[in-house]
C-alpha cells in the first residue's frame, strides 16, 4: 500500500504531508492568480491512437509562473494529454491528432520544429523514478551533453544548481559519483526532477511524480514545485485530489477524454461548476 | 520394490552428479591429454618458425600469422555489420512480420553446417569473384558464418535494456541515434561482447569452411591475397597424414591455449563491464 | 533532422545488404544444387544407395541414414548428459561448484570439432575396437563424440528454460511435501517441456551440421549401417571429403547434398520456434 494515497478519502497519508509543509512555511498569503499571454495554448486537440479518440476538443491555456493540477480518474486522457505537450506521443506508431497547441506563439507540430529542442524547453518527469544506470553526476549531465554543454566547469554548476532547487543536494553532495540506483525512491524521483531542471526548461510537466513515494519525499517535491514555480509554467498531473488542492494554483478536470472543467484551485474545490465536477473531488467515483 | 521418495531422490541426484562429473572429466582429460604430449614441444622455436618439410619440422609462425588474419579480419567485418544490422532491427524497424522473417532467417542460418559455408565461399569467393584460395576468401566466408550469430546475440542484449530508459533519453531531447549509441549500446554493451568473443572463438576453430576457401598453403603469407593455413587446419593435416605427431599434438596445444585464453580475457572483461554498468 | 534520416538510411542499407549476403547463400545452394536434382530425378537422388560420382550415380541414401544414426546416437549421449547438466545446475547444485560446473561446460563448447575428433580417433577408436570389435570408426563412435559436443548446446537452452519456470511453482510443490527430486520430475520438468525441447532440437541441428569430427571417427564407407560397430559416412562428411576434387556433375550433386541438409535444419529449426512459441503463448495466457 502505498503511502501517498490516491483515494481522495485515504486522509492519513494526507493529513500527514499536509502536516510537514505546515510546519514547514508559515502562513503565506494564497499565491496571486498569474497573469500575463498563456505560455502553453492548446486549441481544439483531438489525440487518437489507431483512429480510437483519446482525447476531444480540449481548449486549455498553460500561464507562465503557475501550477496548474490536471486532475480525472483513471483513463481520462491526462497523461496522454501531457505528453501532447512534448511531443512525447510521436513515438507511437498509432499517433494522430488534430488542433493545435503553441507554445509562445509557437505551433508545437510545425514540420520544422527541432524536436530535441522543444523536450528541453518543455521538461517531463515520469511517474516511476528511471534512473540511468550510470552516477548520479553523470544522470544529470547526460541531458546536458545532449544539449551541447562541454565544459567541465559549466556542467559542475549546473549539477549543483539543479540538486539545489530539486531540494537534493545536501543528500548528495559527497557521493555524485555513486550509481544513482542506490538512492531511495523518493531520492531517485528528485534526481529525475533535477535531471530535467539542469537543462532550464521553460516548462515542466510531472506525470504523478509522487506516487509510490511516501510523505517527505512527496512533501519535498511539492515544497519544491512551489518555489520552482517562480521560474517554470508547472503542469501537475496527479490522482490524488488532495495533492491537487494545496499543491496548485489552478486545477483542470478530465474526464473520459474531455476537458470538463478548469479554474482556480480554490473554486474548483469549493464550488465547482459541472456536476461530474463535484461528484469526482467528493469522491461519489474515481 | 517401491522405493522411499528420499531414496530415489538420492539416486537420481547421485546419478546426474555422476554424469556432471563425467563432464568436466572429459573436459579437464581432453586439455590435459593434448597439453601433455604437446606442451613439451612449444617451444619459441616452434612458435616464431616456419614449417620444414610439410610440417615435419619447423614451427607454425605462419599458422599462428595465417589464423589472426582470417578470423580477427572476420570478426572486423562481421562485427560491425552485425550490431548495426541488430541496431537497426530492433531500434529503427517497427516489429512486425518483416522482422519475424529476418530473425527466423537468421536463426536459420546461424544454424547451417559450416561446411555449407564452405561450399557458397569456395563457389562464390574463390571461383567466382576470382579471389581464389586466400585469406581474403577465408575472412569473408567465416565473417558471413558469424554474422547470424553476432547478430543474434546483440539484439537479445539490445532488448534487454528496458524500455523505459529510451523514453527517458527522449524526454531529455535526444535524437534517436543518441539514444541508441549513448544508452542502449552502453548497457548492451556486455551482451554483444560475449556475442562477439563467441565468434572470434568460432573462428580460429574452425575448419571446414576454412580449407575450401583459404586454402592450406604453408608459406608465410605477405597479404591477404595469398592462400594460409590455419592452426586448426594444420593440426588436422598433421594427424590425419600422419605427418609427425609431436607437432601435431604442439599445434592443438597452441590452439587450445589461445582458446582458453580468449575465454578467460572475455570472461574477466565481462566482470569489469558489468561491475560498472549495472542495468 | 536529417542527419537521423541519413543514419537510419545508411543502418537500413547495412542491414539489408548483410541479410541479402545471407540470402545469397541459400540461392546460391539451391541454384547449383536444384538442377543436378531434377536431372537424376529427386526420388532416386534421395533414395538410391549407389553413390558413383564416376558413373554419375547420385543417391544419398547411406548418407542420409547415416546422419540420422549418428544423429540419433548423438541426441542420447547429450540429452542424457547435458540434460543431466541443465538439471543438476538449475536444481541441486551449490553455488561453488555452480561456478566450476558453468565454466566448465561453455569450455567444452569451445574446443575446436578437430581436437574432438583426434581425441576420438586416438583414445576411443582403439577402445571401442578392442573391446566390442569392428574396425572401432563407427556409428558408436561418432555418436559419442558428437553427444559431447553438443552437449554444451542442450544444457545452455535447456538451463534457460529451466531457470524460466516460476519459483511459485516449486515452493508450491515443495510445500506440498514434496521432494526435491520429485518436485523436478514432476513439476519443473513438465513446465520447462516446451524449452527443453527446443533444446533437444537445436542440439539435433548442430549435430547434424558437424563436419570435421564425424570424418575423423566414422569410417566414412559407402555402406548403410546396421550396427552400431559398422562405419559410416554422413551427409557432411561426403561434402567434404569430395568438394576438393568434384567438377561437373559431381560437384553439383554435392550442392544437392547440401539443400537437403538446408532443409533439415531450416525443418528443425521451425519445430523449435514452434515449440518455444507454445511456451511464451502459454507463459502469457497465464
Request: aromatic share 8%; with cysteine; net charge positive.
Amino acid at each position: 500500500m502505498t503511502l501517498a494515497s490516491s483515494h481522495p478519502f485515504d486522509d492519513k497519508a494526507n493529513r500527514e504531508v499536509e502536516r510537514l509543509l505546515r510546519s514547514r512555511r508559515a502562513d503565506q498569503p494564497a499565491p496571486p492568480p498569474p497573469a500575463g499571454a498563456p505560455k502553453i495554448r492548446v486549441e481544439g486537440l483531438t489525440v487518437s491512437f489507431s483512429e480510437c479518440a483519446v482525447l476531444r476538443h480540449i481548449d486549455l491555456s498553460v500561464l507562465p509562473n503557475e501550477r496548474l493540477a490536471i486532475i480525472g480518474p483513471a483513463g481520462s486522457g491526462k497523461t496522454t494529454f501531457l505528453r501532447s505537450l512534448n511531443r512525447l506521443n510521436d513515438l507511437e506508431p498509432t499517433f494522430s491528432h488534430t488542433g493545435g497547441i503553441l507554445l509562445d506563439g509557437m505551433d508545437l507540430y510545425a514540420p520544422d520544429v527541432d524536436v530535441a529542442v522543444l523536450r528541453r524547453r518543455v521538461g517531463m518527469v515520469y511517474a516511476v523514478p528511471i534512473p540511468l544506470p550510470w552516477s548520479i553526476y553523470e544522470n544529470i549531465v547526460y541531458g546536458l551533453r545532449l544539449a551541447g554543454v562541454r565544459d567541465g566547469t559549466r556542467l559542475d554548476e549546473l549539477v549543483e544548481s539543479s540538486l539545489r532547487s530539486a531540494f537534493l543536494w545536501d543528500e548528495v553532495k559527497d557521493r555524485l559519483n555513486e550509481l544513482a540506483t542506490n538512492l531511495s525512491g523518493g531520492q531517485q524521483q528528485r534526481l529525475c526532477v533535477a535531471r530535467v531542471l539542469a537543462l532550464e526548461p521553460e516548462v515542466l510537466l510531472l506525470d504523478e511524480p509522487c506516487s509510490g513515494l511516501d510523505p517527505i519525499s512527496t512533501a519535498r517535491i511539492e515544497e519544491a514545485l512551489l518555489e520552482l514555480k517562480s521560474r517554470y509554467a508547472i503542469v501537475l498531473v496527479t490522482n490524488n485530489t488532495k495533492q491537487a488542492a494545496r499543491a496548485s494554483d489552478r486545477t483542470a478536470f478530465f474526464l473520459m477524454g474531455e476537458l470538463i472543467e478548469v479554474g482556480p484551485t480554490q473554486q474548483i474545490f469549493t464550488n465547482p461548476v459541472h456536476g461530474r465536477t463535484n461528484d469526482y473531488i467528493t469522491g461519489n467515483f474515481g | 520394490m517401491r522405493l522411499l521418495p528420499r531414496t530415489t531422490q538420492r539416486l537420481a541426484v547421485g546419478f546426474m552428479w555422476i554424469l556432471a562429473a563425467v563432464t568436466v572429466g572429459v573436459l579437464v582429460f581432453i586439455i590435459g591429454y593434448i597439453l601433455f604430449h604437446g606442451l613439451p614441444h612449444v617451444t619459441w622455436a616452434f612458435l616464431t618458425e616456419s614449417p620444414r618439410s610439410m610440417g615435419r619440422e619447423g614451427g607454425v609462425l605462419p599458422m599462428i600469422v595465417g589464423t589472426l588474419l582470417v578470423a580477427g579480419l572476420a570478426v572486423l567485418i562481421a562485427a560491425p555489420v552485425g550490431v548495426a544490422t541488430a541496431i537497426c532491427l530492433t531500434e529503427y524497424t517497427r516489429e512486425g512480420r518483416l522482422t519475424a522473417i529476418i530473425r527466423f532467417g537468421a536463426d536459420c542460418l546461424a544454424g547451417i553446417p559450416s561446411i555449407i559455408f564452405g561450399l557458397f565461399g569456395f563457389v562464390f569467393f574463390v571461383m567466382t569473384l576470382g579471389l581464389g584460395f586466400s585469406i581474403l576468401s577465408g575472412a569473408l566466408t567465416l565473417a558471413l558464418m558469424v554474422l547470424p550469430t553476432i547478430i543474434r546475440t546483440s539484439e537479445e542484449a539490445i532488448r534487454a535494456v528496458p524500455p523505459a530508459y529510451r523514453d527517458v533519453s527522449f524526454g531529455l531531447g535526444s535524437t534517436r541515434w543518441q539514444m541508441v549509441t549513448r544508452v542502449v549500446l552502453r548497457s548492451a554493451l556486455p551482451g554483444i561482447c560475449t556475442g562477439v568473443v563467441l565468434s572470434v572463438g568460432r573462428s580460429i576453430s574452425e575448419t571446414a569452411a576454412v580449407m575450401l576457401t583459404a586454402g592450406s598453403a604453408l608459406t608465410f603469407p605477405r597479404s591477404v591475397f595469398e592462400s594460409s593455413r590455419t592452426l586448426a587446419l594444420h593440426f588436422y593435416i598433421l594427424s590425419r597424414e600422419g605427418i609427425s605427431m609431436p607437432n601435431a599434438y604442439a599445434t592443438a596445444s597452441v590452439l587450445i591455449l589461445a582458446i582458453l585464453g580468449i575465454n578467460l580475457a572475455a570472461y574477466w572483461l565481462m566482470r569489469r563491464f558489468v561491475a560498472k554498468v549495472v542495468v | 533532422m536529417k542527419s537521423e534520416k541519413i543514419i537510419r538510411g545508411l543502418l537500413i542499407g547495412v542491414a539489408l545488404t548483410a541479410l541479402s549476403g545471407l540470402g545469397l547463400i541459400a540461392a546460391f545452394v539451391f541454384k547449383e544444387g536444384i538442377p543436378l536434382m531434377a536431372k537424376v530425378g529427386l526420388g532416386k537422388f534421395i533414395f538410391s544407395s549407389d553413390w558413383y560420382p564416376a558413373e554419375h550415380e547420385f543417391g544419398i541414401f547411406p548418407m542420409i541414414v547415416g546422419s540420422l544414426e549418428v544423429t540419433a546416437g548423438a541426441m542420447l549421449v547429450g540429452v542424457m548428459f547435458g540434460l543431466g547438466c541443465a538439471v543438476l545446475l538449475t536444481q541441486f547444485c551449490p553455488p561453488r561448484l555452480v561456478s566450476v560446473l558453468k565454466p566448465s561446460i561453455e569450455l567444452l563448447a569451445g574446443i575446436p570439432s578437430v581436437v574432438y575428433g583426434f581425441i576420438g580417433v586416438v583414445i576411443l577408436v582403439p577402445l571401442i575396437r578392442e573391446h566390442l570389435g569392428g574396425p572401432g570408426l563407427s556409428v558408436l563412435a561418432a555418436s559419442i563424440v558428437l553427444g559431447i559436443m553438443v552437449l554444451p548446446t542442450i544444457t545452455s537452452i535447456s538451463v534457460d528454460a529451466l531457470q524460466a519456470v516460476p519459483r511459485s511453482y516449486v515452493e508450491g510443490s515443495v510445500a506440498l511435501g514434496a521432494t526435491g527430486w520429485q518436485t523436478t520430475h514432476m513439476v519443473v520438468l513438465k513446465a520447462a517441456r516446451s524449452g527443453i525441447v527446443a533444446a533437444v532440437i537445436l542440439g539435433m541441428g548442430r549435430a547434424v551440421g558437424e563436419t570435421m569430427a564425424v570424418i575423423m571417427v566414422a569410417g566414412n564407407t559407402l555402406e548403410i549401417p546396421i550396427s552400431p560397430l559398422d562405419p559410416v559416412r554422413t551427409l557432411t562428411s561426403n561434402i567434404a571429403l569430395e568438394m576438393g576434387y568434384a567438377s561437373g556433375d559431381h560437384r553439383q550433386a554435392l550442392f544437392a547434398t547440401g539443400i537437403v541438409l538446408f532443409v533439415i535444419i531450416m525443418v528443425l529449426n521451425t519445430i523449435a520456434l514452434t515449440a518455444s512459441r507454445r511456451r511464451a503463448g502459454r507463459a502469457r495466457a497465464r
